[in-house]
C-alpha cells in the first residue's frame, strides 16, 4: 500500500522544544526522509521507525518528504510544515451563565495570520492565562476561582466566587513580556435560586405566599433573555398565582401531597438554568400549642408573647394565613396578666378576647404558677373538615428573681452586678465610654477552665456552641483603681418578641412604623442589642399590602403599608422557626382613591373621603402644587408635572395619600401579521386598512388606562397618529378598549392612496408620528416616530410601454419608477441576451436597456413580442410591448411621450408669453445704449 502521512499539513509554534512528530502510515519500514530547507526546522528520522520529528528552527513553510525504498513505483509523499507565531486568540465558554458556587469550563485556541489554529498539545509553550477585565482588585482577586484543568493546556474550569457581571479575557505573554489577549467573555454569576418557605404544610382553604429567592439579579445583562416557569403537579391539591410584586399566593385545596417546581429558562433556546422543587403536603390539623411556654419559668416582671404552633400530620404549619379563630384565657388573672395585640378586652374577668387574636402579650406579675388555654376555632369555607376546634394548655411557672445586694464603698448606694446574655456560637462588642486602649480586658471563672467563652483586647465576646459562665473583668490601666465586672451567662434563645405590635393594629397607607425585636432566655431574661451571628428572618403573609425590612443589626423590624388590606407578619430565627413572633397589620386609608395614586401627567383624580366627616371649609392640599394642583373643597386635582407628592385632609386629625405623577418613557410597536406596507391590492400584505397597536410604557411598567372618565383616576389622555408623507397616506389614532374593558390599547390606522409621486420618487419607507395629548391640557404629553417599510406598486413612465426597433434606431431605454428591485423577463427567449437592467436605489428608478447590433441573429429578423415586469414583493405585473423591423422608418415621435391637447396648449402658451418677454428686454436694452433717440412723450392724463 502507498505511504501515507499524518498529518498531511500543520502549523508549528516557533519554540525549541515545541516537536511536531508526522506519523508514516503503510508502506515498508524503509524509508527516505528529505526535506527542502533544513535551515527552518531539524527534521529527524530513526530507520526502521514510522515517525519523522520536526523542531523548528524559524519561521517559514517547510516541505518534508517521505519515499518508501522498497516500493518499486517510487511513490513520494509529503507533508507542508509552516513555523509560525500567534496572532489571535479566541476564548468560548461552555456557558455564559453560572450559579453561584458552580462551575463552567473555558476553551483557549490559538490562531496564526491565516486564523489556522495551533493543536492543543502546543499551548503548553505558550504562557496563557485567564484573567478578570476590572479596575478592582478585590474583584480581580475574589469574583472568580480560576484552574487549569489537569493535563490540559487550553482548558480552564471557572467558579463563581462573588455575584456580578464580568468580562473575562485570555492572556497569552510571550517570552519578551508582550501580550497577547482575546475578546472579552461577558460571564454573569446569579445567586443561587431559592422559594421561600422551601416547604409547604397547611390546612385547606390557608393561603401561602412564596418568594422566589435568587436567580438573575435587576442588574444582570441577561434578565431579559430568562424566563421563570412553573409546574404544578396536582392541581386538586393547590392552587396558585403570580401577583404583579413578583410573589406567588398557594391556596391549599383538598388534602393531599403536591409539588410546585420553579424553574428558570433561556426564552429563545428553551434551555433550563436552575429549578427548585417546593413539596406540598395539605393535611389536617393534628395538635396545637403554645411555642415555648410548656413548663417554662420566667422571672417575675418578665414580659412574654404567646403565640400558637399548629401542627399538620405532626409537622409545624408553614407561614400562612388560614381561616382560623384564636381565643386565649388565663384563670390565674393575679399571677399572669394577657393583654391583646389586635382586638378589645372582654371585660370578663378571664382576659378572654372573643377576635382573630394570633398572639397576645403577657406580663409576670407574681411568684406561683399560671395555666394559660388557647382554643383555635376552624372557620369552614370551601372545605369544611369534621373537627373544628382545637384546645392547647401550659402550665407557666413564676419564681422571683435572684438578687442580691453588693455593698460599695462610700458614696454609692448598693447595686446588683451586672448580667450580659449571648447565644452560642455569636459575638458581641462591649460598649465603653472610654478610649478601649486604656482598657484591659479578663476573664475570669469559678470553674477550673473556662469554656465556650472568648474575651478579646478591644473588648469583643466571641462564643462557641457550648453553654457557660464567666465574668469579664474591665480594668483601667491609667488608674488601678477603677475597675468593672460583668457575668456573662451563654444561653439559648428561648423567645422572640416584636414589641409594641399593638401599633400596627391601623397602620395608614404609606405610613411606617418601627418595632423593635426582644430575644429572650428561658427565664424570660433580655438579650442586648447587636448580638452578630444570630440570623432572623420575616416572612409577610400578605406582600401587596405591607412591606418589611430589618435594620442593620436586626433588632428592628420597620413596616410600610402599600395598600389597604390585613395581614399576619411572622419574625422567627432562621435555624429554627419555632422560635418565632407574629402578629396582625391592618393597613387603611380614610382618602379615595387608594394610595398611592398614580397618575400620568395631564390626568385628573378625583380624591373624596370613604367616610363621612363634617367638611367645613378648605379641606384639601397638595404639597406640592407645582406637581398636583388639587381644589380645595372639590378635592379634584390636575397632574402637571412629574414627581411625588402628597394630598393632605385636614380635619380634627390630618390624613393624607401619597400621589404619584409619571410620564410615558417609551412606546412600542407590537409584531402584526405584515411586515410592509403597500398600495398594490394583488400584493399578500396588502390591507384595505392597516392597524398599527402601540403599547405605552413608563420605564418597564406598561400602561394598560389611557382614557376613563367613570373613574377617580383619569389619565385624560388622547392618542394621535400623523404620517410625514400625508399625501400618499391618511392616518388617525385612536384608543380602543377590549372586549372585558380591563386594558385599552393605542391604535393607528393607516390607509394608503393608489396614486404616485408626480416625480417618481418614492421611498421604501415611511415615517409614523405617534402621539399622547392631554386632553385636559392639549399638549403632547410624549410623542415617537417610527419607520415602516412601504413598497410602492411600479409604474412604467408614460409612452414608454411600447418599444419599436429597427436598423436604423436599434436601441432604446425604458424607464420604470419603483423603489424596490424588479424582475424582467422576454417572451421570446433570442431577446432576452438584448436586454439589460439596472436598478438605482438613489432614484428609486429601474432600468431596461434594449440593443439590437448590426451583426445579430434578430438584425434581419421582424419580431414582435412581449416584455414582461413583475415584483416579487406585491405581485405586481405589467408588460411591455416590442416591436422590431430591419426597414421600419423611426418614427421620433414614437419614443416621445404621449401629451394630452391641454398639455399642448399650455406649452405653446408658455412659449409664447417667454417670448414676449425677450423681445421687450431686448428693445428696452437697445433704447438705453442710443442716447440721441428722443424721448417717448407721456401720455396726457385728464
Known sequence: TDVELEPKEAILFLHPDNVLTIDVLYGSSEFRVTNNDSTLAEVRHEDGTRKVTVRPKQQGNVRIFVEDLKLESGSRVYCDVSIVGPRYVELTAASNIIEEGKETQFTVNVLDERRRRFSPDQLRWMNINLQIDSDSAYVRERALNVRRVPNSYNLFDVRGELVGEYKIVAVMTDEKDEKMSSSGFELSVYPPLAVFPPSIFAASDCVTVLSVEGGPTSRSRILNKIELLTKISKPNVVEMSRSDDGHFEVTAGAVGEASIVFELRFIDTQKAIASVTVPVTIGVISSVEIAGLANRRVHVGAQLRLVPIVRINSVSASQSSCPLEYIWSTTQTQSLRLY????????????????????????ALRPGEADVTLKIRVVCKRFCLSKTEYTANARLHIVPVLAIEVPTYVGYPASTSPLLLIPPGSEYQLPSKKDAARLRFSLTSCQSTVRGIEVRENGRIVTSSERGRASVVIEDTTNELEVEMINIVVANVHALIVGQSQKTLFLPVDAESTLRIYLQDQVGREFPKGIQGLKLRYHVGNPKVLQASFNNDNSHINLKGISIGSTIVWVFLSDNSEIFDAFMVNVQTLIEPTSPVQVHVGGIVQFSLNQKINQVGQKWFSEDGHIMDIHSVSG??????EGRTDIIYKDVVQTLARAQVYRTTRLALVPSNYRVFTNVPTSPFYQSEYRMEFKAFVDERELTSFYDDRSNINNNLRFDCSAAQSEWL????????????????????????????????????VQITASLHSKTTGEAVYSEKFKVEFVWGFQIREGENSVHLSRSHPATTVHINSNHELDVRSEDDALRRYIRTQYSDSKHVMTINITIPEYSELADTILQTRIFVYSRITNQTDTISFSYSPTAQWNPMASIPNISITN?????????????????FLFSSATVSNPSSPPRSEPFVR
Open 340 to 363: 391583646p395585640n389586635i382586638g378589645g378586652y372582654a371585660g370578663d374577668g378571664t382576659e378572654d378576647f372573643q377576635q382573630h387574636n394570633i398572639g397576645v402579650n403577657a406580663t
Open 636 to 641: 379634584r386635582a390636575v397632574a402637571k408635572a
Open 730 to 765: 391618511a392616518v388617525r389614532g385612536a384608543i380602543e378598549e377590549d372586549r372585558l374593558g380591563k386594558q385599552q390599547a393605542l391604535v393607528c390606522y393607516v390607509k394608503t392612496k393608489h396614486y404616485y409621486p408626480r416625480d417618481g420618487h418614492m421611498p421604501r419607507e
Open 904 to 920: 399642448v396648449f399650455m406649452i405653446i402658451a408658455l412659449l409664447f408669453i417667454v417670448g414676449l418677454l425677450v423681445y421687450s
